[in-house]
C-alpha cells in the first residue's frame, strides 16, 4: 500500500556520484574487514590469477571524488523526496537502515573510476503494531569508465510515521 503522493518519488534520481578506486585504498578496506585475500594486496598473485591484477573486495566501490566541501560520504533524501514523505507524517529522524544487497557483474580493479546512480526503486506503506512504515528501496548502479556494470545494490531505509 501506498498513497500517490508517495508513491510520485518512485523512479526519481537521489544523486550521481564518482568513486576512485586506489590500490592502497583496496587494502586498507580488506584491512578493515579482516579480508586476508592476496587478491586485495599482493600484485605477484593477482597478476597471475585469471583477473590479471589487483581487485577491490565486493562492497568496496572506491572513494567519492568531485564532492563539494562538507558533504556527506552517504546519499540523503532529496527536498522531492523528503516533501511527499514529510506531507505523509515521515521524518528522516525516525528511519532506521532496513538492509543492503548486492548483485555483482564484474570485479572492481585499482584504477578504476567508478559512477553510481541511486534512484528511488520503491515506496511501500504498512502499518504494524507501532503505527504506520514507510520502506524506501534505493538502487544503486556503478558503472566502470568503460561504461560496464559494475555491481547494482539496494538498500532499504524504515521510517516509522510521527502521527500515531
Not at 73 to 98: N, Q, R
Not at 124 to 147: A, S
Request: hydrophobic share 40%; net charge neutral.
Amino acid at each position: 500500500m501506498q498513497s500517490g503522493e508517495i508513491s510520485q518519488v518512485i523512479g526519481k534520481s537521489v544523486g550521481v556520484r564518482m568513486f576512485e578506486v586506489e590500490k592502497g585504498a583496496i587494502r586498507r578496506f580488506a584491512d578493515a574487514v579482516g579480508d586476508g585475500n592476496p587478491l586485495f594486496r599482493d600484485v605477484e598473485y593477482a597478476r597471475k590469477s585469471h583477473y590479471g591484477d589487483i581487485i577491490a573486495p565486493p562492497g568496496f566501490f572506491g572513494w567519492p571524488l568531485k564532492q563539494p566541501m562538507g558533504s556527506p560520504l552517504v546519499v540523503e533524501f532529496p527536498g522531492e523526496l523528503m516533501g511527499p514523505l514529510m506531507k505523509a507524517g515521515y521524518m528522516a529522524a525516525t528511519s532506521l537502515d532496513g538492509g543492503m544487497e548486492y548483485d555483482f557483474f564484474l570485479p572492481v580493479y585499482a584504477g578504476d573510476t567508478l559512477t553510481s546512480t541511486t534512484i528511488v526503486k520503491d515506496v511501500r506503506e504498512r502499518t504494524g503494531r507501532g503505527g504506520k512504515m514507510c520502506f524506501i528501496i534505493l538502487e544503486t548502479t556503478y558503472l566502470n569508465q568503460n561504461g560496464d556494470l559494475i555491481a547494482k545494490a539496494r538498500a532499504t531505509t524504515i521510517m516509522r510515521s510521527m502521527s500515531m
